[in-house]
Each structure stands twice: as structure tokens, then as C-alpha cells.
């Protein structure tokens, strides 16, 4: 689609309000001045489903945002922070009935027809990070940020440290508190008057208003809906998507109260649903497990209706739209070249074979693109972009070279960091955007320059430490080669005298060690390991299991050892220790022992939780607590985790000391 097109469909999708068909969304853009084009409804609807910016209600109809949203109820629970300051802070509360174009302190809210007055309200950005981070841990400083001129300004004077206070508008609910004997536990009803406008309507409910079994009606259908996101998405392009699609799933009973607001459903009463990582980002997901890797790149800003050059790269690994083409081309300009193929290999890396054909091809477009570019192009106008282009473009190209010797290479994938493919993905997706956004005539204002060199200083931050971790890992990959053998028994050799390298993770978190064992291992001594490399105590209960084809489980006896074990394709074992806690086993290339050779640990990284604690995303709120907390929660979280804890804290000779106290032989 064109990028006139594209806009008339965004426009037509935030101002209807009635299911509708391709042919009805065709007619509109192309009443917009487009020519006629029998292949638009198909690119159109291509375009629905791949960006997931409307749903899909049968075979012929879909439903936009707005219609779904628009009238809608859900709520929200003042905090006692904010009926303590008198004070609402829109945040992420409006998640998914409000734009997602629209920033938060754009919304307008009203009580009883009058509109609510808006207020400013200063405090240290770590108290405000918590009504954000619906959006996404990692983004809540971004939206503080846009919140005035002032903020950003703060938070670009130094990108690796927050500033010690920011201003953000909210709304002033001191009247309304007082006239509706407001307290603790009462909530607000939302009634979306606009989506596209963001307006709401508030009313008060009492905290006992409602019946227990109405809202664990409600907990039923959001939790159902959670997973069938998950289930038919996976981890989408963002949280909002993936909330977004939950309540359309469930249908009107999630749009609708009696209700939990959805930070009471996320972070105090599902047992289903948890915040996982996902790269170097976060996304909501089944509890207890974790979002698997891909091994290739996912942009979801590249198009869906591709050209033939973008569908070219795209089949090289290089989902990126023309706009990132034409980005590298005027940063050859930027460096006074003229030669085609400098231009194609910093675009393509070598490492990616282009036959001839395609070569040719490739150049034919660019020597278009630079003679129809180069009559415009000012040096002089470019002195502010022109430097931080071509350090994206190198970053961008360090991105896709590294990825496509990972895909070619013959390293394991279980040796890799853990999400090195949606971590590089990630890299990759933001750089293309920023080249995006550097592709054209107009310069970006010097704040602007800054805050994309910040977000770019990050990027090769990001960048530098995955890839020292792929070579360590690649390292520790060859060398355990020398002396690893593929699998079955050694001809001429007992059984006894075949390793296994194994990989113990905690399922929710960065907690990892590798360790060496016989064959001959039993699940009773498997659970003596994983205590020990968790410095845990034996208080709860623990067994094993195996996923079948069918996603059943098969529980392990204690007795059977790991050489015995049947199983089903992943080499995989999970590990239930108490109800909280999951840890994945995963079982590595067979080793060949060295003479007398013990068990012992080889790697690991990160402090692991004390089990007492509730769960990962407990553990996980903790350690917020102790990084960026008030003196009280850190406090608090210290006296949980215990006076010593450490987050990062790993002695691996410390752990090896125990094992030979448990294992002396």
C-alpha cells in the first residue's frame, strides 16, 4: 500500500463505528484520490491481519478498535497514593479503551457532565513508574518522558540515569473525592464516551457494590481471554495488541462491570497470567513458562503488502521497508560515495549470497533511487542527521550480519543467550525505525537529534552485550566439542561412563546454571542438584515431568535416571518445586568424561530467589524494590530476600563446594 493509502485506512478505522467489509474500507481509501486497483481489498485485508489493527468478526466482516471499545465499561482503583494526594493519574488505566496514537495525559475525563480539572504532580519518577508499566517496564520512563517538554528534556540530559523528580499532569479529584466520600477499596466505572478522542465518563462504585461471584465471573472470562491471545498471537508487537485481543476474545462480558480493573486482574489476582522477558522487552504470558526464541528476525513494522525489493531482502533475512533503503543511500551521500556496490554491502551484508539476477536487480533500484535523490540532497542541511544515520546504519548492518552467521553456524541454540534472536530482532526492528525516520529531506530538531543518539547509545549497548555473550558462548561451545559425542552409547564403552551437559533455569527469570552429570543420574539426585544450585532448603514439594506431543505431562519417578528417560522430541525436563516455582531442565550434547571425572557446575549467572517468596513475579517486584524503591519497600524487600541477598551475586565455587558435600564421590 501507499503511504497516502496507508493513512486513509488509519483514518477510516478510527472513525467507523459499525462492523464493516474490505470492500466497504476499499471504496474509502479509494475515494481518498486513489486510482481503482483490483488487488487493493486483498492488500488491505493482508494488511488487518498482519498488523492486527482490527479484528476479524467472520469471514466477511471485521470490527475496528473503536467499535469494539466504543461504548465500553471497564475500571479503575485509585491507589491510596493518589486519594492520599487527591489525585488520578490516567497512565495505563484506559488500556485498551483508549487510542493507542494518543498519549495518556491527552485524556479527558468528566463526572456527573462536567469535566475533571487537570493538575500537575511532582515526585521522584520511580513512584510514578508503577501506573505505566501496563505499557511495558521498559517503556514506562518513555511515556513519563512525553508527558511535557521538561520531562524529556530531563530524562535526555542523562539516558543512563533517571532524574531525581518529574512532573506529570494529572487530574485534580480532590472535589470529587470529598463529595463522594470516596476510600480505599471504592473504584470508578469508565464509560468510554470516544475512543478515537479519548473522553470518559466517571461514576463512582462502592467497594461492596458488587457480588464476589460476578467478579470471579469476570477473572474467568479475562484469564480465558489472556490465554487465547497468547494461544492465537503469541507475544504480538506489544502489550497493548495482546491486551487489546484478549477482551475481544471474551467478548462483551471483559467490556463490561461488574469487573477488576486490570491492574487489581495483572498483578494481584491471576494465577494464569505473568510478565515474562522477552528479549529486552516484556510481554504477558501463561504463568510458568516462557516465550520461546525464533531463529530469524521478526520486524513488525515491516509491511505485509511488500515490493519486490522489500520482498527480496525480506527472503535474506532483511525485513525492512524501502524508507530504510532509501536511508543508506542518502548516508552514501553523506560520505561523498557514488559507488553502487559500497551501498549494497553495507546494506547486504557479504555473508549473504545475491546471485546474479538478484544483484543486478538490486542495483537497478538503488541507481534509480539515487539519481531520482541526489538533486535534493543538501550536505550542508544533513550535518545534524548525517552522523547519527550512519551509525544506525552500521549498527543496523552488525544486526543482520551477526544473525545470519548464528543461523548459519552449527552452535546449539540451547548454548546461545537465552532470546539472542528476539534480543537481535528487537535491535534491529528499532534501528530500521530510526533509518526510517532519517530517510527524508526534513532534518529533525536538535532535541530530537538527542534523544535519537541516546536511544542509539542504548542500542549498541544492547548490541556489544549480547554479542559478548554469543562468543563466550560460541567459546564454550568448541571447546566442550573437543571432547562431546553425539548421543547413543560409546562403541566398546559401559553406559556409566556417558555425560550429559545440562542447563537449569528458573521459568520468569534471568536464573541459569549449567551443569555436568553422569546418564546415570536419577530424579532423585536431579532434585539435590537443582537445590543445591539454588541454595535451597528442601521445604516444599518437588517432581518431575516430561511434555508430551498432545502438551500433556508425564510424571518421572524418582528412581529413573536420566539415560532411561522416553523423550518426546525436546529434550526437556520440568521441575515443580512448591506451587510457584517451575525450573526447565534442559538436557545438552552428550560428554565424554575426562578419568574420575565428578559432577560439578561450569556456568551460571544471577542470585536465585529464596523459595518462600511468592513466585517470579513476586521475586521480580522485590528486586524493583531494592533497585528503585522507597526507603520502606526496599526495607521490606531486604528483610524478604534475606540480609545478605544480592541480586546479581553467582559463586560458582561455592556452589561446586556444596555439591561435593552432598555428593562426596
Known amino acids: 500500500m501507499e503511504l497516502d493509502q496507508d493513512e486513509a485506512l488509519y483514518e477510516f478505522l478510527e472513525n467507523v463505528s459499525e462492523p464493516f467489509t474490505l470492500d466497504d474500507i476499499t471504496i474509502y481509501v479509494q475515494a ?4 481503482p486497483d483490483k488487488k487493493l481489498a486483498a492488500e488491505i485485508g493482508n494488511y488487518l491481519d498482519t498488523r492486527k489493527i482490527a479484528f476479524k468478526q467472520d469471514s466477511r466482516y471485521w470490527v475496528s478498535r473503536r467499535t469494539c471499545f466504543e461504548p465500553a465499561e471497564f475500571v479503575i482503583s485509585p491507589s491510596r497514593l493518589e486519594l492520599l494526594n487527591g489525585i488520578l493519574i490516567p497512565g495505563h488505566r484506559c488500556v485498551p479503551f483508549a487510542n493507542p496514537l494518543t498519549l495518556p495525559h491527552r485524556y479527558k475525563f468528566f463526572y456527573k457532565g462536567n469535566p475533571v480539572p487537570v493538575t500537575t504532580t511532582e515526585a521522584p519518577p520511580e513512584e510514578l513508574y508503577p501506573f505505566y508499566c501496563i505499557y511495558g517496564e ?3 520512563p518513555q511515556y513519563i518522558a512525553r508527558d511535557n517538554n521538561e520531562n524529556e528534556d530531563a530524562y535526555n540530559a542523562d539516558p543512563y540515569e533517571d532524574p531525581p523528580e518529574v512532573s506529570i499532569h494529572t487530574l485534580d479529584m480532590r472535589a470529587i473525592y470529598r463529595e463522594s466520600s470516596f476510600v480505599p477499596g471504592d473504584r470508578f466505572i469508565v464509560r468510554t464516551i470516544n475512543w478515537k478522542e479519548c473522553l470518559y465518563e466517571l461514576e463512582k462504585a462502592g467497594k461492596d457494590e458488587w457480588q464476589r461471584a460476578d467478579l470471579d465471573e469476570w477473572l474467568e472470562a479475562a484469564e ?3 490465554e487465547d491471545s497468547f494461544a492465537m498471537l503469541g507475544p504480538g508487537a506489544s502489550t497493548e495488541e495482546q491486551i487489546a485481543f484478549a477482551y475481544w476474545f471474551v467478548g462483551k462480558r471483559m467490556r463490561g462491570v461488574p469487573a477488576y480493573s486490570l491492574e487489581e486482574f495483572l498483578y494481584e489476582k491471576t494465577n494464569r497470567v505473568d510478565i515474562v522477558p522477552y528479549g529486552i522487552e516484556t510481554r504477558f504470558w501463561f504463568a510458568g513458562k516462557e516465550i520461546p526464541d525464533n531463529k530469524n528476525l521478526q520486524n513488525y513494522i515491516v509491511p505485509p503488502d511488500r515490493t519486490f525489493i522489500e520482498e527480496l531482502l525480506f527472503q535474506k533475512n532483511i525485513p525492512i521497508s524501502e524508507f530504510v533503503i532509501l536511508s543508506y543511500i542518502r548516508d552514501a551521500f553523506f560520505r561523498n560515495e557514488k559507488d553502487i556496490d559500497l551501498v549494497i554491502n553495507r546494506l547486504i551484508p557479504p555473508v549473504i549470497h545475491l546471485d546474479e539476477a538478484e544483484w543486478d536487480l538490486l542495483a537497478d533500484y538503488i541507481f534509480d533511487s539515487m539519481d531520482d535523490f541526489y538533486k535534493s540532497y ?15 546504519a552500521e549498527l543496523h548492518t552488525a544486526v543482520i550480519e551477526l544473525s545470519v552467521k548464528l543461523q548459519k553456524g552449527e552452535i546449539e541454540s540451547v548454548w546461545l543467550p537465552r532470546h539472542t534472536f528476539i534480543v537481535l530482532s528487537q535491535i534491529q526492528g528499532h534501528a530500521a525505525a530510526l533509518l526510517e525516520d532519517l ?7 536538535n532535541s530530537e537529534i538527542t534523544a535519537m543518539e541516546n536511544s542509539l547509545d542504548s542500542m549498541i549497548d544492547t548490541y556489544s552485550d549480547i554479542k559478548e555473550l554469543i562468543n563466550t558462548a560460541m567459546d564454550n561451545f568448541r571447546r566442550s566439542n573437543l571432547t562431546l559425542i553425539q548421543g547413543g552409547k560409546l562403541s566398546g564403552q559401559p553406559r ?3 555425560w550429559r551437559m545440562v542447563q537449569i533455569s528458573i521459568s520468569g527469570l534471568d536464573v541459569w546454571r549449567r551443569v555436568i552429570i553422569s546418564q546415570e543420574c536419577t530424579m532423585e539426585e536431579m532434585h539435590r542438584i537443582i537445590q543445591v544450585s539454588m541454595n535451597w532448603k528442601n521445604d516444599l514439594r518437588f517432581r518431575f515431568y ?8 508425564e510424571y518421572l519417578h524418582d528412581k529413573i535416571m536420566l539415560g532411561d528417560i522416553d523423550f518426546h522430541g525436546k529434550k526437556e525436563i520440568i521441575y515443580e518445586y512448591g506451587p510457584k516455582w517451575n525450573v526447565k531442565v534442559i538436557i545438552m550434547s552428550s560428554y565424554q568424561p575426562a578419568k574420575n571425572e565428578v559432577r560439578r557446575f561450569v556456568a551460571g549467572d544471577g542470585a536465585a530467589p529464596p523459595e518462600q517468596v511468592d513466585g517470579p513475579r513476586h521475586f521480580r517486584r522485590l528486586l524493583g524494590y531494592l533497585e528503585a524503591g522507597s526507603s520502606v519497600d526496599r526495607q521490606s ?4 530476600l534475606g540480609a545478605g541477598f544480592t541480586p546479581d551475586a553467582f559463586d560458582l565455587d561455592g556452589i561446586n563446594r556444596n555439591l561435593r558435600e552432598i555428593f562426596p564421590s
Do not use: I, M, Y
Not at 546 to 553: L, Q, R
Open 546 to 553: 516430561t511434555e508430551t506431543p498432545e502438551g500433556g505431562k
Open 378 to 392: 543538501s550536505l550542508f542541511l544533513d550535518q545534524g542527521a548525517g552522523p547519527v544515520r550512519q551509525r544506525v
Open 637 to 640: 524487600a531486604q528483610h524478604e
Open 496 to 498: 556409566t561412563k556417558l
Open 32 to 35: 481518498s484520490g486513489q486510482k
Open 224 to 226: 480465558s481471554g489472556f
Open 138 to 140: 521498559e517503556f514506562a
Open 439 to 445: 530517510a527524508f529531506d526534513d532534518s529533525p530538531g
